[in-house]
DNA sequence: GCTCGACCTCGAGCGCACTTGAACTTACAG
DNA sequence: CTGTAAGTTCAAGTGCGCTCGAGGTCGAGC
């Protein structure tokens, strides 16, 4: 059980491809020493890390939200087990919100099965006023904007 | 009340920009007939249309299925409200299991709140086989592909 | 000492759903 | 007739989360 891990076996045990884990060093997420010839080497805390990003991403934010989340952690030690349930305490409501939205769009659509309208003035499957567009392209509820952050964006 | 809108008036009132209706066309998702200086003019029907692929989007479908799902419709005829209602009707299985996922990541976030752990080795929270990764880059569950889709891609 | 797999950096590419910009034309109101 | 808002095409850019390739170096076993 060595002390260290090197980029391969990181990636093998993190399941992030070592191009990913390079990736997520060039944005801040994770950090490693180096061997005498340049070599990354990660402590064995990154593990517990890495499978942080990787759960969060799954959650649904994006690798800025956490590195944000990351930045809150305590400076100088590793963190503890405290720590990381915090952070993954703040997911939950989160999670909810993306849960709730999808669940009152297959209510809408059960209440339109019915009629097949997909009508923009009445049927509620529609989003007359289009409140997404305001943050941007690409699909946007279903990545981690939430209806609350575009009713701000428009507000 | 013209019998044809212009792509201004479709954007107004479907909520997808101009240059969204151009891609969509792009893409083979609608289609117009041209003014005698070749500007596109939508039947009223487009706007049904448009409204489908705005809501099976948010579903989670890529243009591309949905593009395939527009291809069952019956050709030489404006869709019914039925041949809508099948659609959308087809959407539901999907939604449900994209509910389902989220709602187990939920709640194997709650049993892991309390420990922390994020274990590699113990935590449900891990997805250890990372089945995600037979389908390619990017963030997926959150996009569309089930969790279905990469089991029968690792099989 | 040599080999060979694993590692390094850097820039480019991908997939999706669009948007933007340049350069130009059309439609309609006054 | 003229001004201008709205339309046209085509290529390129954006944002996210990576991956890939080229060209070179490192490290461990024989």
Redesign the interface.
């Known amino acids: 059980m060595e002390p260290h891990l090197t980029i391969g076996e990181l990636a093998r045990?993190?399941?992030v491809?070592p191009s990913g884990l390079r990736y997520y060093e060039s944005l801040g997420l994770i950090a490693a020493e180096r061997s005498a010839g340049n070599q990354r080497r990660y402590a064995r805390s990154m593990?517990?890390r890495v499978?942080?990003i990787?759960?969060a991403?799954?959650?649904?934010l994006t690798l800025e939200r956490i590195a944000d989340a990351l930045a809150t952690l305590p400076e100088g030690r590793t963190p503890?087990?405290?720590?990381?349930?915090?952070l993954?305490?703040s997911?939950?409501p989160l999670?909810?919100e993306?849960?709730a939205e999808?669940?009152r769009?297959?209510d809408d659509?059960?209440s339109?099965?019915?009629?097949?309208?997909?009508?923009?003035q009445r049927?509620r499957?529609?989003?007359?006023?289009?409140r997404a567009?305001a943050l941007g392209p690409g699909?946007r509820?279903?990545?981690?904007d939430s209806p609350g952050d575009a009713e701000r964006a428009a507000g």
Do not use: H, M
């Not at 499957?125 to 289009?130: E, G, R, T």
């Not at 509820?141 to 981690?144: S, V």
């Open positions: 045990r993190s399941g491809a593990l517990r499978a942080f990787r759960t991403s799954r959650v649904g503890t087990k405290k720590d990381w349930s915090r993954s305490r997911w939950r999670l909810d993306r849960i999808l669940e769009l297959r659509l059960d339109c099965i019915g009629c097949g309208c997909l009508s923009l049927c499957l529609q989003n007359p006023d289009d567009a699909p509820y279903l990545e981690g």
